[in-house]
Nanobody, 116 residues
Framework: QVQLVESGGGLVQAGGSLRLSCAASGRTFGTYNMAWYRQAPGKEREFVAGINWSGGSTYYDDSVKGRFTIFRDNAKNTVYLQMNSLKPEDTATYYC?????????WGKGTLVTVSS
């Protein structure tokens, strides 16, 4: 069982920045592929960014490329999402995802609100 706890959400003005964190349980965090998803009100959950177990490969949705950066610290069992140049359309609940042994685990989410 993997537990994920997100933090770092909040209210920010357009053009601002936030850094989300996701702390994971488990002694094998360094083997998990991790990702961030988001879900805006009335919309389906969508992929935002992903990172492989070593941090050597990262993936982004086109809507956030060049603005968001995903990175991880395996010594701290934590994955981060640095979000710059935020836009009102980035407003959503952001969820951390871990994929290990074919099983997906989810955190409870952290709300990001970007005001115009």
């Amino acid at each position: 069982q993997v537990q994920l706890v997100e933090s770092g959400g909040g209210l920010v003005q357009a053009g601002g920045s936030l850094r989300l964190s996701c702390a994971a349980s488990g002694r094998t965090f360094g083997t998990y592929n991790m990702a961030w998803y988001r879900q805006a009100p009335g919309k389906e959950r969508e992929f935002v960014a992903g990172i492989n177990w070593s941090g050597g490969s990262t993936y982004y949705d086109d809507s956030v490329k060049g603005r968001f950066t995903i990175f991880r610290d395996n010594a701290k069992n934590t994955v981060y999402l640095q979000m710059n140049s935020l836009k009102p359309e980035d407003t959503a609940t952001y969820y951390c995802n871990a994929l290990t042994l074919g099983i997906n685990y989810w955190g409870k989410g952290t709300l990001v609100t970007v005001s115009s």
